[in-house]
Each structure stands twice: as structure tokens, then as C-alpha cells.
């Protein structure tokens, strides 16, 4: 996620065009989500991939390495995954040795009990300015490309999600066009690659990146007097639409406009620094509430009409390693997998736990199994007075005891997440038998795993 717009001082270089092999040697939503893992506090792969198929109407996940846990997860699914390459390590999957060496460790071992549809290579590698990696980008693309074949396997696509920040011009829309030394040199063979594979060129637009105070409700997809493009005649009434048309306008001057486009990214923070202008809960929701309602509608964008794009909405999860207040709270899920705000993604529009309208009174979901879970912002302090009251109460607690099926992880939260659940099923599931002096909540999530079995 890059918060650049426009990336000053281009750098003119030459750029491989061939893959270097060593010494010549061989009707659901069209929504999908990232899932992010720079966070201390997310549950396991198992539990989010049960969580996203039953509880969610997305069916489409990208992944920002190759996590073999989290592929693992997705095994024996309909869920399609996009997983990816670190920037670092694209100057030697320009190698074709490397990069058969990368698919037979990464791809193989899972592909096709897990439905990997697509490799990232790198993420947003033109806003990084690292010569060395633009460079290698391609060729890296085209080695993988060809170790994929090698491999047997051809329908697995190869692309790079890329920032806005590509663009030299984008207002209005037809105006769009790539930065003045990378147009020919870097896009046009990115996009012949594209075009001989029929595999998406992927961008990332951030409205959030790009409003001002008088065009808020324009990036929120509000009602609003639009954005004129004298060239076309065409009127904008949302920000998302006119970066896409923008990106359309810069492939269609290099002849490439046949070429389909993915929206690797985009999203909206629920929180950030007070004075940080447009960041709120409500302005997140109704980004990517309407977001999801607009791609899903068909209707398309003035410039490519009637077309949906595959878009995935960034993120998953709040993520409190990252380094900012916003951007620790994209997610459109809280850790403990209740949801920050209902973007509509909710099957059958059911809430999983309490709305931030009404944080402090659970409310019992319309049916489906109840379990009692700790609420994310517990302390370890009041989860431990819950564990003893619970078990000096008379339920059962030893599953949770040393060699007990429910003792890993040996932490308060894990255990207490058992022993308020045990609690709340013997008293007969009653919303207050979850309160725990506010810090309990309930979800329609399974929280069993491995051998520790919640009972509901």
C-alpha cells in the first residue's frame, strides 16, 4: 500500500527483456480480501479460513508471501488465492534456477488441493525507486511464468500489483499516462507480457490517498456534482472509477487497453490520528460498503462500461504491528474476528459479534451454534478473575490444565476463551451469562482447533 500519488524524479535505465537462464539452462461477490499478517494478536490460519468460508460471502483471498500455514488452511476449498514474492527476492527470480527452485517449494507442495490462482511478484516494486529491482521485475515475471510451465501447471497467472503511483498524469481520467521514462521502457513490455499470457495487469487506487476536504464525498462514493472530463464527455460521480479510467487511459497510449485490470487493493481506515482529516468508522464503512455494491453492480466505469473487476478490498484484519494509527485500522475484522463495521460481506447480513453502535451488549445471532469468547480489549488481568471464577464455580476446567487437550497456548486468553464458553453453554447460552463484566462477547465462529473442542 503505497501512499504516494505521484513518484517525482523518474529514472531513466535499461531493463532486461528476456529471462536470464543460468549458463542457458532450462456468482459470488467479485470481492476478495487481503490478509495481512503484520499484527502479534491474529488467530491461526485454520480458524480465519473457516471463519472467511462460513461466515463471509468472499471466495477470493491474496496473501502477501507464501505462507505454507496459511495455504495449508485454505486446502480442499473453493477459495481462489493470490499468493506473492518479496520485492527482495525478485533479482533472483530473474534466475530461471531460482525461480523453479521458488515454485517447487512454494507452489507444488500445495497446488491443486489449495486453488493458487495467481503469484504476486513483489508489491508496488516502481514506488520503491530501487533501480535494481525495476529492473528484474519482468524478467523475474517471464522466469516464473516459465517455471510454471515447466511444471506442468498453466493456469496459475503471473502479474505485480503497482501503486498509483505509476502514472505521471491522472486528472481528468483521459489524460492518464505513465511516468516519462518508464512508459516504453518498463510498462509497454509489462503489458505485452500481460497480453501474450491473458494474464491482469494490477493496480492498487486509494481514494483515501487522493481527496480533499471538497471531494470527500466524491472518494466515498457519495452522492455529489461529479468530475467533468472535457476530453471525453464524460462525468465521474467517484474518485475509485476515475483512477481506474485514468490507469485504462495510460495502457490504451501504449496500445495495451485490451489487457484486463485487477484491483490488487484498496480500502479505508475506521481509525488514525485525531486530526487526521476523512478517517472514521463511518467513512470506512461507507467506502467499502459502497465500494463492494458498485464493483458488483457491472456497471463498470465511463471509460470501460459493463465490466466488473476483481477487486480486493484491503484488509482482512486490523494490524497493530503496522506502523501508523491508520494503518493499523483497515481491517474490515478485529483480530478476534469480530467485525469493526458491516461492509455487507456478512452471509445472509448476520452480525458476528457486537456493531460499534452497540460495543458493551451482545446480541444473539439469528441462528447457527453460539460460543462465549473473550472480547478483544480484555485484559490478561480480568481474563485470569474470569478463568477462576468459572472453574471455582464447578465446570469443568480440566481441558485446560497442564496436558489438558486445551492447555497450548498456555496464556490467559486462550484459557479463558474456553472457560467463559464452558460457562455460558452449562447456564444455557443467555446473553448474560457472556457478559463477564464486559468482557465477554459472543460469535458464531467455532473457536475449537486441533484436539481442544469447544462444546456449544
Not at 180 to 204: C, N, W
Not at 221 to 235: A, H, Y
Not at 377 to 387: V, W
Request: with cysteine.
Amino acid at each position: 500500500m503505497a501512499k504516494t500519488l505521484l513518484l517525482r524524479y523518474p529514472i531513466i535505465f535499461t531493463i532486461y527483456t528476456l529471462c536470464i537462464t543460468h549458463q542457458s539452462t532450462a456468482a459470488r461477490l467479485s470481492i476478495g480480501i487481503n490478509y495481512g499478517t503484520v499484527a502479534d494478536n491474529l488467530q491461526q490460519p485454520s480458524r480465519v479460513a473457516n471463519f472467511i468460508q462460513s461466515q463471509t460471502a468472499i471466495d477470493k483471498v491474496k496473501i502477501f508471501d507464501a505462507n505454507p500455514d496459511i495455504l495449508r488452511a485454505f486446502a480442499d476449498s473453493n477459495m481462489s488465492i493470490t499468493v506473492a514474492v518479496a520485492n527482495a527476492d525478485i533479482p533472483a527470480m530473474a534466475r530461471l534456477p531460482a525461480a523453479q527452485s521458488w515454485v517447487a517449494n512454494n507452489i507444488l507442495p500445495f497446488f491443486p488441493k489449495t486453488r493458487i490462482r495467481r503469484i504476486a511478484v513483489g508489491n508496488e516494486v516502481i514506488a520503491t525507486s530501487d533501480k535494481t529491482l525495476i529492473a528484474h521485475l519482468l524478467p523475474a515475471m517471464k522466469c516464473l511464468h516459465s517455471a510454471l510451465n515447466g511444471a506442468g501447471i498453466t493456469n496459475i497467472e503471473v502479474s505485480s500489483p503497482h501503486s498509483m503511483g505509476i502514472l505521471s498524469t491522472s486528472d481528468p481520467p483521459s489524460s492518464g499516462q505513465f511516468r516519462r521514462g518508464y512508459d516504453e521502457a518498463i510498462f509497454a513490455p509489462i503489458l505485452d507480457f500481460h497480453r501474450q499470457t491473458k494474464t491482469p495487469f494490477m493496480v492498487s487506487p486509494y481514494p483515501f490517498f487522493g481527496f480533499t476536504d471538497k471531494t470527500l464525498n466524491y472518494a466515498l462514493f457519495n452522492p455529489n456534482g461529479g468530475v467533468f472530463d472535457e476530453t471525453t464527455g464524460l462525468n465521474y460521480t467517484n474518485m475509485f472509477d476515475a483512477q481506474l479510467d485514468a490507469v485504462y487511459s495510460a495502457m490504451k497510449r501504449l496500445g495495451y487497453d485490451d489487457v484486463d485490470i485487477v484491483v490488487a487493493e484498496t480500502g479505508w481506515p475506521s481509525a488514525g490520528d485525531p486530526d487526521q482529516p476523512g478517517v472514521s468508522v463511518d467513512n470506512a464503512a461507507l467506502y467499502n460498503g459502497n465500494l463492494i455494491r458498485h464493483v458488483n453492480s457491472g456497471k463498470g466505469t465511463p471509460l470501460m462500461p459493463n465490466r466488473t473487476f476483481e477487486t480486493y478490498v484491503f484488509s482482512l484484519f486490523n494490524e497493530d504491528l503496522k506502523p501508523s494509527n491508520s494503518e493499523q485500522n483497515f481491517g474490515l475484522f478485529r483480530p478476534d474476528l469480530s467485525p469493526v463495521y458491516d461492509a455487507g460481506i456478512l452471509r445472509n447480513g448476520q452480525s458476528i459479534a457486537p456493531t460499534p453502535a452497540s460495543p458493551t451488549a451482545p446480541s444473539p445471532p439469528k441462528s447457527g451454534n453460539k460460543w462465549c469468547v473473550p472480547k478483544q480489549d480484555a485484559s490478561d488481568e480480568a481474563l485470569q478473575a474470569n478463568i477462576d471464577f468459572v472453574c471455582d464455580s464447578g465446570v469443568d476446567c480440566t481441558p485446560i490444565q497442564n496436558n489438558g487437550p486445551c492447555f497450548e497456548p498456555d496464556t490467559a486468553r486462550s484459557h479463558a476463551s474456553f472457560a467463559m464458553n464452558a460457562y455460558y453453554q452449562a447456564n444455557g447460552r443467555n446473553n448474560y451469562d457472556c457478559d463477564f463484566t464486559n468482557t465477554g462477547v459472543i460469535t458464531m465462529v467455532d473457536p475449537s482447533y486441533k484436539e481442544c473442542k469447544f462444546s456449544d
